[in-house]
Every structure is written in C-alpha cells, then in structure tokens.
C-alpha cells in the first residue's frame, strides 16, 4: 500500500511517497479503499504549517476521498463493508487504503462515480453551508461569487441558481468566465480589465448585491463590500490569492451588512446533522441535474506535487483529482 507522506513542514516538493501497513480499523472507524481524492487548496497550506491545524509529522495530506469501505470497526452499523462511499476527512485521503471516522462519510449517490464523487464534498460541502447557513441565500436575491471558476466558486454558481438566487460570477479571464457561464451564472464580471464594483452597480441598477462569496481575498474583498447592498452579508470562505485583507469597519456600519466567516470542517463536527441535510439535499440535485461538478484535471497519486502546483498558481478551472 503507498502514501504520500508530509515528513516536514515546506514545499510540496519534499511530499514522499512510500510503501505503508494500516492497521485494523478502530472502534467507530471504517477501512476504504480509495479510488480517488480531491485536491484542495487546504491540502498545500496544510504541509507547509500555514494552515488554521497543524497535524502531528509525520502524516498523510488529503482532506476528501471516494472509495469502497473494505472493513469496519466495532461498534459501526450504519456503513457496512462494500459500500461506495464520500467523505470529506480532514487528513489521509492520499493514499490507497485510509481508516477513517464513520461519522464522516456518507454513502454516496449510484449515479455518483468515484472521481466526481472525490471532487464533490469539500467544494460543495463548503459552499452549501456558506450559502445557507451562513448567508440564508433567499430565492430572488442577487449572489456575488469571486473565484468563480475554481472549485468551490463553481459549486457556489451551481447551488446559488438551485436555490433561486440571481448569480454574478466574477473571474479574471474570460475562459474562466466561460465555464462559470455554463454553470448557469446570470451575469459575467472579469475583473482584471473591468471594475468589480462598478460593474456591480451597473448589473443591478445601484442597488448591489445581498450575498457575496469570497474565496479569493486580497483587495477584491473591499471591492465587493462596497458592491453590496443595504443588510448585505459578505462570506469569507478563504485567500486563495494569498493576502489576507483588511476590510474598513465604517463600510459595514454604513450599509448595514455582514461580514460573515465560513469554516466548513468545524460546521460539519458540530452540527453532523445539519450537514448531512445539507447533502441529502444536495444528493437530491445532483440526480436531478442540477449540480454537474466539473473535474477539469484527473492525475496518478504520484503527480502530486504537479496536482499542487497547477492548483497553488491558480490555475485550475473546477477541481483537480488524484486517482490511485
């Protein structure tokens, strides 16, 4: 059995892969057999030490997987072996078998393959609870995504419409605002030639819009606080850009909004319920048709380090898979 193995913190490049025995699992865990894990922005924080949790070295990186549950531990009836499975796992998803914690994973949908199914919780996982829980995204209301082509942008576009709002994806080129387009995005804001805000006020005739979705951070954040509308409330979901701004309280105080943190992992330990109702619904669109995850990239366990790169330069359009 192999692994990639973070053996220190720093650039991908010192990722390994060896050979490795898992043991048994646990009380309360099950065995899977990975057929493919998701790669996630996350991931590269995580083995450099930038990451909100610092693992124990050395340790497996990947926070999602697909695969079959091969065998359980005491105490677990609700996952039986055999069984295709999701999960969003926090750590060991890179590597052929994993032993993970019942509690998350969930059977996943037959009409569900193993590479959507990989790229599936994280993105969707985050951007579901962003937008109901966090925003409560109101049919008829006008959503602002950044990063709108990435992975969770992209969920975001596609849950945004499902839950009938008005969606405005904003990215930095038009190939990438392209495949926001075909996502069922409304209106279409490249902010490397126009301005966010500006442009914002245009599509909806000065008033701005009620949600805003951030994955991207840097001084766009700004920009689409002052794009919001009266009681607006501002998610933010992450910095892929690599700053993290500072954002003028008086801006917040003169139209009344939000500024509201997402931290999905946290939200899915807490509130375990909540969250797979998230996903029972999501399931539910997914075999509709609504939800169509775009995997862009497939790569072998051993690119990694590519899979890394293609991701951390900002280059992914939809999710990038690792396969075993």
């Known amino acids: 059995m192999r692994a990639v193995i973070c053996k220190e913190f720093g650039p991908a490049t010192s990722l390994v892969i060896e050979a490795f025995d898992l043991p048994p699992p646990a009380k309360g865990h099950a065995r899977v057999r990975v057929e493919a894990a998701g790669v996630n922005f996350p991931d590269t924080l995580m083995v450099?030490?930038?990451y909100q949790v610092k693992p124990d070295l050395?340790?497996?990186?990947?926070?999602e997987l697909a695969g079959?549950?091969?065998?359980?531990g005491e105490g677990v009836t609700d996952i039986v072996p055999g069984m295709p499975v999701i999960?969003?796992?926090g750590l060991g998803a890179f590597a052929d078998v994993a032993n993970v914690r019942t509690a998350r994973l969930m059977p996943r949908p037959a009409t569900m393959d193993a590479v959507t199914a990989a790229g599936f919780s994280m993105t969707y996982g985050t951007s579901m609870h962003a937008l109901k829980q966090r925003a409560r995204l109101q049919p008829g209301e006008t959503l602002l995504v950044l990063g709108a082509s990435g992975g969770v942008g992209l969920a975001a576009v596609e849950l945004g419409k499902a839950m009938g709002a008005t969606v405005i994806a904003a990215a930095s080129s038009a190939e990438k605002l392209e495949v926001a387009r075909r996502a069922g995005a409304d209106h279409l804001i490249n902010y490397s030639t126009a301005s966010l805000k500006d442009s914002v006020k245009e599509l909806t005739s000065g008033k701005g819009v009620d949600v805003v979705y951030d994955p991207v951070g840097g001084d766009l954040l700004e920009e689409?606080?002052?794009a919001t509308a009266w009681e607006g409330r501002v998610l933010v979901v992450g910095f892929a850009s690599g700053t993290i701004p500072r954002v003028p309280a008086n801006l917040m105080l003169l139209k009344g909004s939000s500024l509201v943190g997402v931290f999905f992992?946290?939200?899915?330990?807490?509130?375990?319920e909540k969250n797979r109702a998230n996903f029972a619904e999501m399931f539910a669109w997914f075999e509709q048709g609504k939800l169509k995850p775009l995997i862009s990239q497939t790569m072998e366990l051993e690119k990694v380090v590519e899979a890394f790169d293609v991701l951390t330069?900002?280059?992914?359009?939809g999710k990038i898979v690792l396969t075993t």
């Open 48 to 50: 450099q030490g930038k």
């Open 58 to 63: 050395p340790f497996v990186p990947g926070a």
């Open 68 to 72: 079959i549950v091969e065998a359980v």
């Open 87 to 89: 999960g969003m796992v």
């Open 224 to 226: 689409a606080v002052r």
């Open 265 to 272: 992992g946290t939200f899915r330990d807490r509130d375990p």
């Open 313 to 317: 330069s900002r280059g992914a359009i």
